[in-house]
């Protein structure tokens, strides 16, 4: 039998936590669960069949009805590969106001505890409540942050975007909804190591965690 390794990447988008994840794992040697894609599977999945976004009923209904499976860093979505389809802007827009749904977040967190059974108990997951809500229990909780004007900055630089005016309002809508919504908001875990990311590079930021894990 093996020993649980569950290493939380939680924290707003911007702050290198996906690049961080995939890194971190390989160098770990262990799978790795991008958990926001699920939720943005789940937007593209209602918007595609043109439910009322803000009905929990309706979206919770299509949610239900849908398969969600990750492989490698590729997301399945009834059977399609949908990892481009997801990153689109449309879904960007409108993911927060899916994720809100308590509805959909109870599914969800159901696939992605179920991906951590069939994956051997020993991942690297990222998202925004995995060691608040997800996996309380998990062995190693990180809280990856950095200044809101670095995190445009990279996320234009991800997107091809020149205006990082417009990219900021953007983050700092969805930082707003993410951290207020009352279904697990966006938090850091009473337990998590917080690392702020502004003035490190991602190297840098793989090799701390890298050597927290190994420490304890
Ligand atoms: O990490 P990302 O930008 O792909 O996440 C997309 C959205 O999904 C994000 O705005 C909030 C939501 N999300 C969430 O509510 N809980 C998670 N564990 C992961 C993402």
Redesign the pocket.
Known sequence: MTTDLIVTLDGP?GTG??TVSRLLARRLAIPYL????F??AATLAALAAGADLSDAEDVGRIVAEAEFSQRGDRMILNGEDVSETIRSAEVTLH??EV?AHPSV?ALLVGHQRAWLDANGRQAVV?????GSV?FPNASHKIYLDARPEVRAARRADQVGDKDTTEVLADIQR?DHL?STRAA?PLTIPDDAIVLDTSDLDIDQVVDRIVALVADS
């Open positions: 988008s936590k996906s991008d958990t926001g894609a939720y943005r993911v927060s994720s977040r990222e998202g925004r409540d995995i997800v969805r993410d697990s």
